[in-house]
């Protein structure tokens, strides 16, 4: 038995604001336009650990790569509709030890990731 599931909604935007180094008010930004895993919680609305790095790999997409909402959804939907599971998790591995790798000082030279 595992003692974390990834898949459970626990983590608020603001606590993942704090994760990502991010404003709050950009990740709800992300929100409004359906940037981010669809959630139908009514009062708080709350993300996975798996959902963290998608966000995360938003973050990267609009912050970093500057590309915009359109551009975005469309990338996402291409993992969505043409990965299964076991590969979208690799490949967000993959992202996610990547972001890792990447400081704060070096967000200038990020044209080589």
């Known amino acids: 038995m595992a003692l974390l599931n990834n898949d459970k909604d626990v983590l608020p935007l603001s ?4 994760l990502l180094s991010a404003k709050i008010r ?8 359906g940037l981010l895993p669809q959630k139908n ?18 973050h990267y997409l609009a912050n970093i790569k500057k590309i915009n909402a359109n551009g975005i959804k469309y990338i996402l939907e291409i993992i969505n509709e043409n990965m299964d599971e076991q ?18 000082n070096e967000i200038q030279d990020l044209d080589t990731f």
């Open 26 to 33: 950009t990740l709800k930004m992300y929100e409004e336009k």
């Open 87 to 104: 590969n979208r998790n690799a490949f967000l591995e993959i992202i996610e030890t990547k972001l890792e790798n990447i400081s704060e």
């Open 15 to 18: 606590s993942i604001s704090e």
């Open 41 to 58: 919680h009514k009062i708080k609305k709350l993300y996975s650990i798996n959902d963290v790095k998608i966000i995360a790999f938003v």
